[in-house]
């Protein structure tokens, strides 16, 4: 079955650090791969989305991901982050299966 | 653009009853997805709905229904609830059938407590 794996459950950082927060996914097909952000007291936001062709895209507020399809991976970077950057991060894919979660990283940033 | 409206924002249960909770899509989109959210999760999805039809499902029990209506609105409904439901109840709303199909637009989320 397909699924998403994250490997940071908590993150501290402070700001003006670089940030890297992993994420793979297991499935052999095509996939097309998101990131979502939860700040808090809000709802799920689309921060960045892979379909097709270069495998870095870029999102909003900086942020980018990279596709590395013999990994499996997607992995999410920002070279310098903020405070108000604190915040739910997750990982999702599509192919086989409807849009599919990983259980999320949670980021806090320190001022 | 109006953005996915859902209601109620937050509700209490007890055992065995039973709950509706309901969804307004973005304008112009036609399908709606719904996802449980349990406490240090990330969402699980439930079922997704095209047409008036279920179009997709997750591994969730057939006590979790849902409806679609001509406005493309969506309702799930929850039978015989038990503890485990309590969670955060996401809807997204997306338009099938183009390239942003899996692109989905999220509601704040309903949040169910069952006693």
């Known amino acids: 079955a397909q699924s998403v794996s994250q490997h940071n459950h908590h993150v501290i950082l402070s700001e003006a650090a670089s940030l890297e927060l992993g994420c793979n996914y297991s499935y052999g097909g095509t996939v097309n791969l998101f990131w979502y952000v939860q700040y808090p007291g809000q709802h799920l936001q689309l921060l960045l989305k892979?379909?097709?062709?270069?495998?870095l895209v870029k999102g909003i507020k900086g942020f980018e991901a990279e596709f590395i399809k013999s990994k499996f991976s997607f992995n999410l970077r920002k070279p310098s982050v903020q405070w108000s950057d604190t915040a739910e991060y997750f990982c999702?894919?599509?192919?086989?299966?409807?849009?599919?979660f990983g259980t999320g990283t949670r980021l806090l940033v320190s001022p | 653009e109006t953005g996915v409206t859902q209601s109620p924002t937050h509700l209490i249960k007890t055992r065995g009853q039973q709950v509706t909770l309901r969804c307004s899509s973005q304008s112009g989109h036609n399908t709606v997805s719904w996802y449980q959210q349990a406490l240090g999760q990330g969402p699980q999805f439930i079922f997704q709905?095209?047409?008036?039809?279920?179009?997709g499902r997750g591994n969730f029990p057939p006590r979790f229904s849902g409806l679609q209506f001509p406005n493309y609105s969506s309702e799930l409904n929850v039978n015989a609830l038990e503890l485990d439901d309590s969670a955060l109840y996401l809807c997204?709303?997306?338009?099938?059938?183009?390239?942003?199909?899996?692109?989905?637009?999220f509601g704040a989320g309903s949040r169910l407590t069952v006693l």
């Open positions: 892979y379909f097709s062709g270069d495998p």
């Open positions: 709905y095209y047409r008036e039809e279920e179009n």
């Open positions: 999702a894919a599509t192919g086989f299966q409807k849009l599919v």
């Open positions: 997204a709303s997306s338009l099938e059938g183009s390239a942003g199909a899996n692109v989905l637009t």
